[in-house]
């Protein structure tokens, strides 16, 4: 853990930043629920406050009163333990409470913790305003990239801000990593901060395999696409094959072809896409394709881990050709946090990584995302192994 | 036709009035649409512009351009002749434009067409002012039954407004009115406006039939929900009893049972039901159900107009017994506009009078309203014919 | 209603002639349900008999025993008075009880009817006994629809017979018949056999109109077609518009385009369309789209009755613009024989006339049919008015 | 490999065994689909013979005349090389090619394949032969598990035959197999046959564990559905959870609540519950829960292999933590053999062991089975570990 000071800063960065990434956006902005996956802006400013609400002030601070009772029940998520909760498909029906409302209860929940905190309780307290933080810096990707859905789903297709560049050239050079057959010791260790899906650390043997020094790019992916990639059945598995006729997939997400050439939504606005950039927006199923393609294969979640101090990351999250499974010994915490990773142990595909919308300082090298396979609305992209 | 002075008026207070009943509105109410057949407030404030300025301004006033170009394909509803359309059921994802720009749309429309009117163009001019006036009017109906369906949908169950009275009781007499048997005219006459689909006044032959002078109240249709109305499939159509089944129907639309108590929700927020007042929102399959517990039956809307003089009406939209269906003769005007109403000639149910929603003076006795058996958020009601 | 004499020997007749239809078919053509709307040929055999064993043997005959209790389960349609019936969907999933066994309970049940016949019950009986005949005729017709509707869906394509031809040129000359306005009677009248939805004999004023001598041929659908019908959406009802491009539909049902030539599946095989042919296998929306084309309408089902004696009829099933409703003073009869018509009395458009499926006999001037308006499995087909 | 004569007596034994599984079916029986992953047993007969004749005859008999040309249309399964096929939820639409028929083709093409393997031809054929004979032991077990499936969803409930004992006592005593850390070897090594997902034997690490030496019994089940394990939603999965909720899920497939005593649907007809037979037709989720509820948990795949030596095994399918993924090195063939099973690498777990209902010696401690964890219609069990 850091330093207790420390900690209350950054908990105050973290409030902080969370309202500067919606800075751009019009009230209406904040309401929309174009898909399942995507919830409005003002729901994740809601749910990150009410989880300081839930866990800190109203289990640990006795003069608190609740800034409106009736919030536990609308931001309330997935935690079946406290209380039911708003259907997930459902968050975009509620007009009220008013994103002004919500900017208020933000504010007397903040100050609330920073008076708590204040007083310098003791430890497992901050160990609590830790896992908050981490809480909503997760949720502060998932904000960003609901934002460019929602904005990348209006016909007027608006431009957000030059804040969140996402053209980044990717060196052209292909450099394969070997590494060493052997035992591996995989999972998180020391004393920093990390979610109960990364303990448990332990042995993998792998077999010696390469590793690509680089994620493929824009210009490697349309030549896959030019070389029919989304028509060849073979390439696919049955489940992604099935997901690519019934949804009519024919290019990654937020992908147009005006007048032959091939543009993207980026946060900045329609651009075309540049051939030098990371390829993003993909699902596993393209992903793995793509793979199949190139008569290679993804990378298991223990590969990348093994070998992530020799090439850059960051970029993208990267899908991995692992399920996401507990570790050996993994156990549940005890009530509603317990239900924060292990209940999703299941249909899911481990991602690793980090991305553009990802808070500086929240992944590491341990950090395991997870996403189903057929989705593609976060900042993915794809590093091949051999 | 009226004076065109006071048309000119008459739409400056049309277009006043959409406005006056948003005014209750927080920005974020504007936006949501929960349900398919509920479009969000700012789509209605948009869409009624799009029509002055599509086949007004666009059509006949040379020197006119187009606020933005976009906000056809935005704001056309099902008009197929004029070009693309957001499909209804996603028109709750457009966060943009947003409310503060169709409000700047409707001021701009509002002062080309005054414009163009003071010019005293000739008579079909005015003919498409009237039409277009008539439809705004039809859009406020909706707009404030849509308003109602977010707000009463809303977990907080927030209050719009008191100026909605929806309490309104009823004379407690049963009176029965005998109309003999004969030769009716039924349809439109004279040189007001009326829709197209009044139009073709034709001979009806109706049998003697005896009319209800006062709609059912709360009281008469909850001893129907208390003898066990919603389970006996005997007195529901087959197509119904699916509908209660599947959908859990078990009392009208925002009806709580609340400690033994029916309350429901109002414009005016949360109510005990006033037992004297007229049941609303049910759908014809429950006001069908209704009548043959009470071995009686809807009235036709022929026998509804034949008799309408003889009853006072305009508190809820009647269910009739009668099929959606054009009257001999009828023709669909050339273009666009003749996509507005004969369309919708199948698999639908007429509705007579009017309610607390309709504009005053918007209807009028051979008015026909139209809706799927199964919608229940107009403010509909029944009147028994035996 | 007929000497009983002659109502036995009808009541021998009709049960010989179900079997007759199912002689072509091997025992797997028997079992299986392809479509909602479509029920497997032994849930025909077995239901009709059923019919005759719960209203006739089980009401009124003492010493009578079931065939087999479970049967009234499994046989049951929509009569939702004698007990909980297998959902139309899954009646295609019943493998027992087999083809062999429902012959069995065939023979049973017409050999306890015989009997009972044979001992002259009174009056009542006998009206019963008209019924159920008149059921089973009705069945045979779908029962034919159904086989055409599996066999015509099997890859294979394989022929039923050519006991049912379906070529029948129609006179060429288009001819109109003039009707001069003024009140008709609609409505059975007489001794003979009605089903309860034709009662009501009743006054009807039509304004003066003209209706073809000829059912709209092959030909003329063909032109229909290759003048883009299908792809012009102001020929359409916005819920057929909609039918038709969720569905794919662009020529009636069972129609093949083969090297430029049409071909429709028959129960005679694959056959070239023969242009004379009336056009068959077509949903309301379509035969209302050909009207549109033609600048014409369908006729009213009091229309049709009024005018039926000046031109032949029997061919096809002929939509009418009319939706399905109660004639003035209709009441259900008490108990479970209630549910067979007027349940049904929303959301379907009446069909006059009767078909080359019609059991000879079975059809009448003011007989009812009726189907949802996408239905298009029927012999339904096509008569212009104006 | 098996010596060449032995092989062709083992082809014989398999293709009879196929048959005498159906022989106690009605006709009927083999045409019915009843759920999405049932197939008809009469496709099962087929397309087992279809692998025959698509790649040996086919590929290798120069003078091989097909059968029937429709037949690679109807009896294709997932070969998407091979060309265009029968959906799979359509199976039970198809009346035609007729059982007769069907036992036409196996005879037909049993004897030519054993004519040409009397040649002795080169040992690539024999190959062919020898996974055409497993590919066809494999569908044994779905073809008696469907069966079980569409006569346990007769309202009849039909009685199979007393040839597949489903009641077989497990021995009560607890006992715990402790199994070192270490590395150890996964996956097939030798001659015999094995698919191809069992290949790339490959080093994995184990930590230390116990694995139950007895299988899970229909007591200690029912204790879970009696201590409200199917409402409790701490113990599930978040998707298992939404199954539950939304299939209504109370019980194991076949379980019936009768007068307070559980019965289940078996092959033998119904029975009541043996309290020591191990717990079957349970999903993935169930079996998860299950564990989570005894704080344990399902052992991986690495580890059932590992330990299998010191337990027996044989009488349940049994789940596995594991997901099923490829192990290192895996390829698929070229050409559409390869389509069957690496395209299935995604979203389903991997089930260790063997079944009542599978071919004696078709199983091995290597073989993986799999299935998506929702699915129960297999005799599937669960064993823990710790």
């Known amino acids: 853990m850091l330093l ?12 902080k930043r969370s ?12 309401v929309v629920q174009p898909a399942e996956e995507v919830s409005p802006p003002k729901w994740h400013l809601g749910h990150t406050t009410w989880f300081f609400e839930e866990f800190i002030l109203k289990a640990h601070d006795p003069g608190y009163r609740l800034f409106d009772k009736d919030f536990s029940f609308v931001f309330n998520s997935y935690y079946e333990t406290v209380g039911k909760r708003v259907v997930r498909a459902n968050r975009g029906n509620l007009s009220r409470p008013s994103v002004q409302r919500i900017y208020q209860y933000r504010k007397y929940v903040t100050e609330h913790i920073q008076e708590l905190f204040e007083k310098k309780p003791d430890a497992s307290l901050w160990k609590l305003l830790e896992t908050g933080i981490n809480h909503e810096q997760q949720h502060q990707e998932l904000l960003l990239t609901d934002i460019k859905y929602i904005l990348g789903h ?36 020391g ?81 075309a896409v540049d051939a030098d950039t990371p390829i993003t927006h993909i699902s596993y199923y393209e992903a793995f394709a793509y793979a199949q393609w190139k008569g290679m294969r993804l990378p298991t979640e223990f590969e990348w881990e093994a070998a992530q101090s020799l090439f850059s990351w960051g970029q993208r999250w ?17 009530g509603a946090l317990g239900e924060y990773n292990g209940k999703f142990m299941v249909n899911q595909k481990v991602l690793r990584g ?16 997870f996403f189903h396979p057929h989705e593609r609305w976060q900042y993915t992209g794809l590093r091949l192994a051999r």
């Not at 309202?19 to 904040?30: F, G, R, V």
């Open 354 to 369: 980090g991305s553009i919308a990802t808070t500086p300082g929240h992944s590491r090298p341990t950090y395991r995302n």
């Open 154 to 189: 209006n016909p007027l297709l608006p431009i957000y801000s030059e804040l969140i560049p996402e053209h980044s050239p990717e060196a052209p050079d292909e450099l394969w990593i070997p590494v060493a057959d052997g035992v591996y010791e995989i999972g998180h260790k």
């Open 4 to 15: 207790t000071e420390t900690l209350l800063d950054t908990f105050l960065d973290t409030r």
């Open 318 to 334: 990267e899908w991995t050709e692992s399920a996401y499974l507990p570790y050996p010994g993994f156990t549940k915490a005890p």
């Open 191 to 271: 004393k920093g901060f990390c979610f109960d899906n990364e303990l448990g650390r332990h042995k993998v043997y792998l077999e010696p395999f390469e590793i690509s020094a680089e994620l493929v790019t824009n210009r490697e992916f349309i030549r896959f696409i030019e070389d029919g990639g989304y028509t060849r059945f073979e390439l696919w598995h049955a489940d992604g094959w099935d997901w690519v006729k019934q949804q009519g997939i024919t290019s990654p997400l937020y992908w147009h072809l005006i007048e032959g050439q091939w543009h993207h939504y980026t946060l900045n606005g329609l651009k």
């Open 19 to 30: 309202e500067t990434l919606c800075a751009p956006l019009e009230t209406e902005d904040y």
